[in-house]
């Protein structure tokens, strides 16, 4: 294993596991969602339990929020810290620092996947079908999943200056074509074919008690976002070095 990606790896475990912004973006927005489907659902007087869809939706809101809060800090962190001409020159270049950065940006947002469900078990109970297995595997791929596809935004906060407008809607944006609270099949048309292409949505349709076919594309999809973001990462390199790009501007 390249132990230039565990350092990383450790690293981002080391400086933001404890960190307050990470841990409010992970847990506050899910609560809220939580809070306002369980008044809507018992409206009507029903007493409704909790299920392991829903649980795993929930934490997946607080995870997309933390990853993309998590992930420009964490680069910004490296631009700031002037570490990133430095990976450059060593002979391991910048792809094992930001995959180990996303990777334990991925593993911070698991609290998302118990933190969540201690509230929602509170406001629910356990509903009797809850399916403890497809939570735990369908929130732990949630998580990679999301840290994947947010990969595509480190690649950008890598190779141009941050500004606050690239992450301005993101959330919602993904959000609402990652079927994290309804099924795929409720999006809108449009919606609908987009969330193919994130591996999100086929997670959630596996939790919901789709095939193993919808778990196999998911994984696929996410190593196929990682792929990309590997390959576009080892680009920047290849532009850095020919035109003397300042990384960190």
């Known amino acids: 294993m390249n132990m230039t990606y565990v350092r990383s790896v450790v690293d981002q475990l080391r400086m933001h596991a404890s960190s307050p912004m990470a841990i409010f973006s992970t847990l506050a927005m899910p609560c809220v969602f939580g809070f306002i489907i369980h008044?809507?659902?018992?409206?009507?007087?029903?007493?409704?339990?909790?299920?392991s869809d829903l649980a795993v939706g929930s934490a997946g809101i607080g995870m997309l929020d933390s990853i993309i809060v998590l992930v420009v800090f964490s680069l910004m962190g490296e631009k700031q810290w002037k570490t990133l001409q430095a990976a450059l020159g060593s002979p391991q270049g910048l792809t094992p620092v930001i995959l180990g950065r996303l990777s334990g940006i991925a593993l911070q947002s698991l609290t998302a996947l118990p933190g969540t469900l201690i509230l929602l078990v509170v406001l629910w109970g356990v509903d009797d079908s809850f399916d403890w297995g497809r939570w735990a595997v369908g929130g732990v791929l949630l998580a990679f999943a999301t840290a994947a596809?947010?990969?595509?935004?480190?690649?950008?906060?890598?190779r141009f200056p941050f500004s606050s407008g690239m992450t301005n809607g993101l959330t919602g944006l993904v959000l609402a074509i990652s079927a994290l609270l309804v099924p795929r099949s409720a999006l809108p048309s449009g919606l609908r074919e987009i969330s193919l292409f994130l591996p999100q949505a086929h997670v959630m349709g596996w939790v919901r008690g789709g095939s193993w076919n919808e778990l196999?594309?998911?994984?696929?999809?996410?190593?196929i976002y990682g792929g990309i973001v590997a390959a576009l990462i080892r680009r920047v390199e290849f532009v850095a070095r020919r035109r003397a790009l300042p990384l960190e501007v």
Do not use: C, Y
């Not at 008044?39 to 339990?49: E, L, P």
């Not at 947010?150 to 890598?158: H, K």
């Not at 196999?216 to 190593?223: E, G």
């Open 39 to 51: 008044s809507n659902a018992t409206a009507g007087g029903k007493d409704v339990g909790l299920m």
């Open 149 to 158: 596809v947010a990969g595509l935004l480190a690649v950008v906060i890598l």
């Open 216 to 223: 196999a594309v998911a994984v696929a999809l996410t190593a």
